[in-house]
């Protein structure tokens, strides 16, 4: 329901973070954004309304939400969700019976999922292929290829894909080229900027920042697509609260500051563990050893907060480790204050079988960390506990 973001788009992101969309309320002067709990809205005529009719459609709380997204994504136009999953059903639902899709071999499971569980039985075909390498990503265009998806950096394995390369790809077939933002947001990179046409995400995440609350968007510069986005969330259904956009726009206020110690921290904590005997590889993009290193760095303004490290063990022993931990808590989701540990293969990639997980790269000593902002000496020396009490 917004349109294109205010003026506050003039100024740098950390101010945009907690202006953008949330003017005073007119009627009381309130600072905060009023959370506008109405199914429905007076008319003044029959089909005279004051721009709100029934908050499927459209609700003032969501609408300063979307406002802010999109003012942070660098978007004219944004839609917000009842989650990161409906946001990337809408963006599927673009597609019909006989459409390809190009997408990463080490996507989110739960996006493997919808690919492959919902979308294949509607005729939707699906290639995967190692995103980092753009001549596979060529390779794996066909005539009926409708949209390439992208997540980077990756979930789980924090590969970089060269979105300005693969847009070009994506655009030279006539394709959409869509990307999950969700593990860098906004305040580390833009997307769009970068020739994307559509930006995705969770913003249960970072963007949320609190473990809190569910939610969705998507970000886009075409008005066309945009309103296709908007028919579908109305007719959907899939919409967030107004007490859910409420909980992220007061995540957003903060969101630079928690990255700038997400990074930090995760800086700190994958230095550490390259030099621990018991891990055989760390997959961060901010090391010099990240093959992905050199595009990070330039499409990136820093590299995030997430991080995995393989162990050389068993899924028993890796499934020790992650029950260990004392300050890291054992957990799904990501981008919370506190930080969680999880092992992808039976957790967040369970969906996915188990030899085409391992021919991933996704082993059974593959574990993933979502770094918070506690003091980084505790992280470590709580990782360096769970070690012990592991791998015995």
Partial sequence: MSDEHDSSSDYRIETRSIHAGQDPDEETGALMTPIHANSTYEQDAPGDHRGYEYSRTGNPTRTDLEENLASLENAEYGR???SGMASI????NLLEAGDHVVTGNDVYGGTHRIFTQVYEDYDVEFSFVDMTDLDAIEAAFRENTELLWL????NPLMSIVDIAGA???AHDHDALCAIDNTFATPYLQNPLDLGADVVSHSL???LGGHSDVVGGALLTNDEDLDEEFGFYQNSVGATPGPFESFLVLRGTKTLPVRMDRHCENARKIADWLQDRPEVDRVYYPGLESHPGHEIA???MDDFGGMLSFELDASMEEASEVVSSTEVFTLA?????VESLIEQPAPMTHAAIPREERIEAGLTDGLIRVSVGIEHVDDLIADLERAFEAGLE
């Fill in 167 to 169: 847009a070009e790809i």
């Fill in 204 to 206: 249960t995440k970072y």
């Fill in 151 to 154: 997540e980077t950096p990756t």
């Fill in 80 to 82: 917000a969700f009842a």
């Fill in 297 to 299: 760095r330039e499409q």
């Fill in 89 to 92: 059903n809408t963006v599927l």
């Fill in 332 to 336: 799904e989701s990501l981008g919370g």
